[in-house]
C-alpha cells in the first residue's frame, strides 16, 4: 500500500513530523511516497496572507512544546514567517536526491541544517557541504537540480497536491483520504491497523 507524504522544507512540523514518518515503515506494510510540495520551488505565485498575533504565537508555543518534548532541536529563523529562506534548491534537491537512492539521508539532513542548526539553504556552501555529507559528487548533483526535468517534476507534484486539496504540510494521503497535521499521525497508524496493514511481529523459536 502506498502512502503519500506530502511535506514541505518551509515547514517546521514537516521538519519536527520526519522521523515519526519514517517510523510508519517500521510497523506498518507500506510504501512511503515522499511529495516535496512548495508552491514558490514550483514556480507558482503565493500571495502572502495575514495570520491573526494570537494564532502566530500559537503556533510559535506549539511547535516549540513538540520539539521540547521530543528532544528535537528547533531553531525559528529571526524573521520567519514574515520571510523565509526560497525553497526552490532544496525541493529540487529531493527529487534529485530520490533518484540517487540519498532521499532519507537528504531530507534528515536538510530539514536540521535549515531548523535544527538555522543554516540558510541557500548560502554557497550549503549544497557543497551536504553533498559531501551525504558522499555525492557536488558537481553532479547541482548539474541535475538545473534540469527542466526535475522542474517540471517538482511543478507536477505541486499540481497533483492542489488536485487532491492540499493545503497544508504534513499532508498525508492514503485510499483518497487526506490526513493532515503532525497531531493526527497518531490517527493514520489507527487508520493503517484498521486497513490490515500492520506487520506481523517475528517469533524466534530457540532450537
Request: one cysteine or more; aromatic letters at 14%; charged letters at 25%.
Amino acid at each position: 500500500m502506498n502512502l503519500e507524504v506530502y511535506y514541505s522544507f518551509q515547514s517546521p512540523f514537516s521538519y519536527l513530523a520526519l522521523e515519526s514518518i519514517y517510523d510508519l515503515t517500521k510497523a506498518f506494510d507500506i510504501e512511503i511516497l515522499w511529495q516535496p510540495f512548495s508552491a514558490k520551488a514550483a514556480g507558482f505565485p503565493v500571495t502572502p496572507s495575514p495570520v491573526a498575533p494570537e494564532k502566530l504565537s500559537y503556533y510559535f508555543e506549539d511547535a516549540t512544546r513538540f520539539a521540547k518534548e521530543n528532544r528535537i532541536p528547533l531553531v525559528f529563523p529571526e524573521t520567519w514567517p514574515q520571510t523565509e529562506f526560497e525553497p526552490g534548491k532544496v525541493t529540487r534537491g529531493a527529487i534529485v536526491a530520490a533518484d540517487m537512492g540519498v532521499l532519507m539521508e537528504y531530507n534528515f539532513k536538510v530539514f536540521h541544517k535549515w531548523w535544527g542548526l538555522g543554516e540558510d539553504p541557500n548560502d554557497d556552501n550549503f549544497m557543497s557541504e551536504l553533498c559531501e555529507e551525504l558522499d555525492v559528487e557536488v558537481g553532479e548533483f547541482l548539474g541535475k537540480l538545473s534540469c527542466s526535468d526535475v522542474r517540471a517534476r517538482v511543478k507536477g507534484i505541486y499540481q497533483r497536491g492542489r488536485t487532491l486539496g492540499i493545503f497544508d504540510t504534513p499532508t498525508f494521503v492514503i485510499d483518497k483520504e487526506r490526513i493532515v497535521g503532525i497531531d493526527k499521525i497518531s490517527y493514520l497508524q489507527h487508520r493503517l491497523t484498521e486497513m490490515g496493514l500492520k506487520k506481523k511481529a517475528t517469533v524466534r523459536v530457540n532450537a
